[in-house]
């Protein structure tokens, strides 16, 4: 009884961490015909971070069925492109305020008249919020021909103190939502949990 209470408790907690990742809004481009996987290679990351999506979108085109190659010899060249920008959404409030307040009254007896008043303040350091926006753009290509044959975009947005603004977690859900249902419909914009 005791390892299903657990169990049910680590599913509960699983399911609170896919709730906060926001959506993803996937736009998709190509020609409406079938594409055949076939090797690929991707073209030259620059940078940690940039690795990070590479490898998350190498993931999800391994999993439709494309392979790795060197590049000279792959069917497809894939290019991935990032863009990360954190926008401020102003001053955020303190999180603790002192009130101070006065009053007078009259006795038991004398039907007296009461006045008050009070004013506020906060302490402590004022916090900004900022939200993250993230963006993936790949592009497949065959290299013998150089045309494209698949591009699209995923965009999410995320503060900046929440896990999905994270780039690891940002780019596997990214690569994740938009190639589902690979190639997708032309030319539109969905939204994926």
């Keep these: 009884m005791r390892i299903q209470s657990l169990a049910i408790a680590a599913a509960l907690a699983l399911g609170g961490c896919a709730a906060s990742i926001p959506p993803v809004q996937v736009t998709r481009f190509h020609l409406d015909g079938a594409i055949t996987p076939g090797t690929i290679a991707l073209s030259p990351a620059i940078g ?10 190498t993931r999800e085109l391994n999993r439709l069925g494309f392979a790795n190659a060197d590049s000279p010899s792959a069917r497809y060249i894939v290019s991935v492109d990032i863009q990360r920008d954190a926008r401020d959404n102003g ?18 007896r ?3 008249v009461g006045v008050g008043g009070g004013i506020s303040f906060p302490i402590g350091k004022r916090r900004s919020s900022e939200t993250v926006f993230t963006r993936i753009s790949v592009r497949i290509t065959e290299r013998a021909t150089g045309a494209t044959v698949w591009e699209g975009r995923a965009d999410t947005m995320a503060t900046s103190n929440a896990p999905a603004s994270q ?7 990214l690569a994740s939502a938009l190639f589902r249902d690979f190639p997708g419909v032309s030319g539109r914009t969905v939204t994926v949990q």
């Design 91 to 108: 001053p955020g409030r303190s999180p603790f305020s002192i009130g101070l307040g006065g009053g007078t009254g009259g006795g038991y």
């Design 110 to 112: 004398g039907g007296g």
């Design 167 to 173: 780039p690891g977690l940002a780019a596997d859900k």
């Design 48 to 57: 940690l971070e940039r690795q990070t999506y590479d490898a998350a979108v």
